[in-house]
T-cell receptor, first 115, second 118 residues
Framework: AQSVTQLDSHVSVSEGTPVLLRCNYSSSYSPSLFWYVQHPNKGLQLLLK??????LVKGINGFEAEFKKSETSFHLTKPSAHMSDAAEYFC?????????????FGQGTILTVHP | GAGVSQSPSNKVTEKGKDVELRCDPI?????LYWYRQRLGQGLEFLIY????????KSGLPSDRFSAERTGESVSTLTIQRTQQEDSAVYLC????????????????FGDGTRLSIL
């Protein structure tokens, strides 16, 4: 079984300040982890993925995430928020075993960026 | 285009009618997935295709829901006798590999079909 918990349903930051979106996961197998972003009325776009290589993963638009097995966390960060980052972000786990390819999504975190 | 294409983008229908949603995956992607996103909720997995077969249908909410895929390309999701609780955005995704290739291939999503049941 696998599950994902996004610890904040809403995060609000000022433009130019750091962003932290928190995610904890549980998985019976070695997981692959992803962050997706969804802008209003748009489909999901892949930001970055972790697949058991480097624990610090760099993605598009300046985002990065660190896989910490001991904490079962995969938090998403960005040093400086931009107005265009305002969107909903989903932490996603894809486990091995018979669940290969089946994604389990977190509930989402809505990021608001203030000028 | 090179991405996953879904049609229609919006569908409004009366309760009790049948609806058919279409997904064109990225060319060459053998794995295809359907998800449902209800308002204010996360995404729910519905069904997974590897080629033309569906090894995992565990997410289909009732026997009113069915899906098929032909020619390892286009997939259709059919909802019979629609109910108001079926109102949601239905998202399709495809990836290069599914079960046979492990779960680390990223899934590429379409823009979804917004279904509204009156």
């Amino acid at each position: 079984a696998q599950s994902v918990t996004q610890l904040d349903s809403h995060v609000s930051v000022s433009e130019g300040t750091p962003v932290l979106l928190r995610c904890n996961y549980s998985s019976s197998y070695s997981p692959s982890l992803f962050w997706y972003v969804q802008h209003p009325n748009k489909g999901l776009q892949l930001l970055l993925k972790y697949t058991s290589a480097a624990t610090l993963v760099k993605g598009i638009n300046g985002f990065e995430a660190e896989f910490k097995k001991s904490e079962t966390s995969f938090h998403l960060t960005k040093p400086s928020a931009h107005m265009s980052d305002a969107a909903e972000y989903f932490c996603v786990v894809s486990a091995g075993g018979t669940s290969y390819g089946k994604l389990t999504f977190g509930q989402g975190t809505i990021l608001t960026v203030h000028p | 285009g090179a991405g996953v294409s879904q049609s229609p983008s919006n569908k409004v229908t009366e309760k009790g009618k049948d609806v058919e949603l279409r997904c064109d995956p990225i060319s060459g992607h053998t794995a295809l997935y359907w998800y449902r996103q209800r308002l204010g909720q996360g995404l729910e997995f519905l069904i997974y295709f590897q080629g033309n077969s569906a090894p995992d249908k565990s997410g289909l909410p009732s026997d009113r829901f069915s899906a098929e895929r032909t020619g390892e390309s286009v997939s259709t999701l059919t909802i019979q006798r629609t109910q108001q609780e079926d109102s949601a955005v239905y998202l399709c995704a495809s990836s290069l590999q599914g079960v046979t290739g492990g779960g680390n291939q990223p899934q590429h999503f379409g823009d979804g079909t917004r279904l509204s049941i009156l």
